[in-house]
């Protein structure tokens, strides 16, 4: 009989670490981002990323006057705009990608690459503390969000299949970004 409460006890207990943890609490930021190795996440409750304190924070109403309604609608609630249509996704000119909400230095020229899927494609961020990467689970796939991290906004979605070093495929909407010829002749 004993044995039977400890093994009923025992389910229970694993059930409710199953529901817990299947309930979509929490969802995974990645702190580091030259890998995705799992030790480099980190746990977060999603209301903590709402929360997030970026460098730059302003009201909706803010952005909405400071960027065109196209901008708006990729950087500011998440959009994604049409593949081959950006202006960035044929520029071969060497500089430097900034966030157009913040300016914030994203992407270099020397990490892009043709991926041929219609988006601006890069293989690594310019630096770590560029961006941050945000577990995405909307229309029904699993993704990883990429995120400015100084604003907050949104840029796209980062995948595995890239290229070398590091696998990687930044994939990012051109509308999202202004592209800084003029400091990459000052030195780089
Ligand atoms: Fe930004």
């Known amino acids: 009989m004993k044995k039977y409460i400890i093994f009923l006890l025992a389910s229970l207990l694993i059930l409710l670490f199953f529901f817990s943890s299947e309930?979509?609490?929490s969802i995974l930021v990645n702190i580091s981002h030259k890998s995705d190795s799992l030790k480099n996440y980190r746990e977060v409750k999603?209301?903590?990323v709402i929360e997030m304190k970026?460098?730059?924070n302003k009201h909706d109403s803010e952005w909405e006057k400071e960027l065109t309604p196209e901008q708006y609608k990729v950087l500011r609630e998440r959009g994604t705009e049409q593949q081959f249509s950006g202006k960035f996704y044929k520029n071969h000119e060497?500089?430097?990608?900034?966030?157009?909400?913040c300016?914030?230095?994203?992407f270099k020229s020397d990490t892009k690459y043709n991926s041929g899927s219609g988006w601006p494609s890069y293989w690594e961020p310019a630096a770590d503390?560029?961006?941050v990467l945000v577990e995405d689970n909307s229309f029904g796939m699993t993704r990883t969000e990429v995120i400015c991290a100084r604003c907050g906004s949104h840029l796209g979605h980062v995948f595995d299949d890239g290229p070398n070093p590091t696998g990687k495929r930044y994939c990012i909407n051109s509308i999202s970004m202004e592209f800084d010829k003029d400091t990459?002749?000052?030195?780089?």
């Open 46 to 48: 999603k209301t903590e």
């Open 129 to 131: 503390s560029s961006v």
């Open 23 to 25: 309930s979509g609490k």
């Open 103 to 106: 300016g914030n230095l994203l």
């Open 94 to 101: 060497t500089g430097d990608y900034i966030c157009a909400a």
């Open 184 to 188: 990459a002749k000052k030195g780089k």
């Open 54 to 56: 970026y460098q730059i």
